[in-house]
């Protein structure tokens, strides 16, 4: 039988990233301390390390500033392709004929 899904708060995923980080468990060892699969706790690990910077005051966009011009860029093409669409929507009702609006 499966065990009901669970959300472990963030207290909770740091104790055990910091716990795997000293290295005085196996992550094994700790995954059966914690009750969770060992995946789990090597994914707590991991976002520790990643998002560490940010508990010193790190930026955030800083870490994707790649992914944050891409957004601007399509945010941009978005724009440009609504402004040609409304434009072509208001053309199109002054040409008569069938494709015309009425």
């Known amino acids: 039988m499966r065990r009901p899904r669970r959300?472990?708060?963030p207290v909770f995923k740091a104790r055990g990233g910091m716990d795997v980080l000293r290295d005085e468990k196996t992550v094994v060892e700790l995954a059966r301390q914690y009750d969770v699969h060992p995946n789990q706790v090597t994914a707590w690990k991991k976002e520790l390390l990643q998002r560490a910077a940010e508990v010193f005051?790190?930026?955030?966009?800083?870490?994707?500033?790649?992914?944050?011009?891409k957004v601007r860029e399509l945010h941009a093409k978005i724009g440009e392709l609504t402004v040609e669409r409304d434009?072509?929507?208001?053309?199109?009702?002054?040409f008569p004929g069938p494709s015309g609006r009425k």
């Open 7 to 9: 959300n472990h708060s």
């Open 57 to 69: 005051g790190g930026n955030p966009v800083e870490v994707g500033g790649a992914d944050a011009e």
């Open 87 to 94: 434009f072509l929507s208001h053309a199109l009702g002054r």
